[in-house]
């Protein structure tokens, strides 16, 4: 506030300076032992049963502010190459619960974004207390499609620890569990409140971002025109606007299929897809293909 903001964006040349500079990284690597510390003092405050209902209230609202903007921070971690920093995207969003989001940000938001399929692109005319439900349960049943999608063509049970929707809850439940041995099971409605509050707090920044934002249909075989500032629109018609990146981010792709071992165009390097045969030879493949 004393310094206020500065609006301006980097050139594009100091781009790569900047993503080599240690000092952004290291900010977002701390943010999670304050998230946790913050956490962990709530929560013995909670159980301390000293508050009235305003402090209560005040108590779950402050966490979960900080556990909602930790879901930015798992964002930007998720988005890294590294494992060790992915694995961190799914520490920071062990306290809200939504470890799914890790997946369908990814493989899901990013090339369905600003369609009627992305369960986080608002539509227009439809109010938050609409829209909440319907993301909330349509990310999760997406997450649970898109990463059971990668064990079925080779036909291994999803129910196992490489499932990263199912290893991310795990760690929200072993933290969880960690708070009530310690703390007693006083602490558990308070984590279920501060959770929603987290988790409501990143789905009010998808529906301002993408309200009302549909993007034009395109001849086969591609389903929809790729995401940019000059063919993405509102929904009642395509119109020039602008795509920010933030916590929910956008989509850059056109979506089309995987063929062979050829990198897909929803693809960042070859890894991400696999032949189109059996054997695979890597046990990740291609977000568009799903495995099909």
Not at 48 to 65: D, I, K, N, Q, Y
Not at 77 to 91: D, F, P, Y
Not at 276 to 292: D, E, I, K, L, V
Request: net charge positive; hydrophobic share 40%; charged share 15%.
């Amino acid at each position: 506030m004393l310094l206020g903001d500065d609006r301006r964006n980097p050139p594009e040349e100091a781009v790569p300076r900047l993503q080599a500079d240690g000092y952004y990284r290291w900010l977002t690597y701390l943010y999670l032992p304050a998230q946790y510390a913050a956490l962990v003092l709530c929560s013995a405050v909670w159980v301390r049963g000293e508050l009235s209902w305003l402090g209560a209230a005040g108590l779950v609202a402050t966490v979960g502010v900080v556990n909602g903007i930790a879901i930015n921070t798992a964002h930007e971690l998720g988005h890294k190459r590294e494992t060790a920093e992915r694995w961190l995207s799914k520490v920071a969003l062990a306290p809200t619960g939504y470890g799914h989001f890790y997946v369908e940000h990814n493989r899901g938001h990013h090339t369905r974004v600003a369609t009627p399929e992305d369960p986080a692109s608002s539509r227009l005319g439809e109010s938050f207390w609409a829209f909440w439900p319907r993301t909330v349960w349509g990310s999760l049943r997406s997450a649970w499609r898109l990463e059971t999608s990668r064990f079925r063509p080779r036909g291994r049970s999803p129910w196992m620890h490489r499932n990263d929707v199912l290893n991310a809850w795990a760690m929200t439940l072993v933290l969880y569990a960690a708070l009530a041995i310690v703390l007693g099971r006083a602490v558990l409605p308070f984590l279920a409140l501060q959770a929603v509050v987290g988790f409501s707090l990143l789905e009010v920044v998808n529906y301002l971002e993408h309200y009302g934002l549909a993007r034009q249909r395109a001849p086969p075989p591609a389903a929809t025109r790729r995401s940019t500032p000059g063919t993405a629109g509102t929904a009642t018609g395509p119109s020039p606007t602008s795509s920010s990146s933030s916590s929910s981010g956008t989509a850059t792709t056109t979506p089309t299929r995987c063929a062979g071992t050829r990198p897909c165009a929803a693809s960042t390097s070859r890894r991400d897809c696999r032949p189109a045969t059996p054997p695979w030879s890597s046990p990740r493949w291609c977000p568009r293909c799903g495995g099909g």
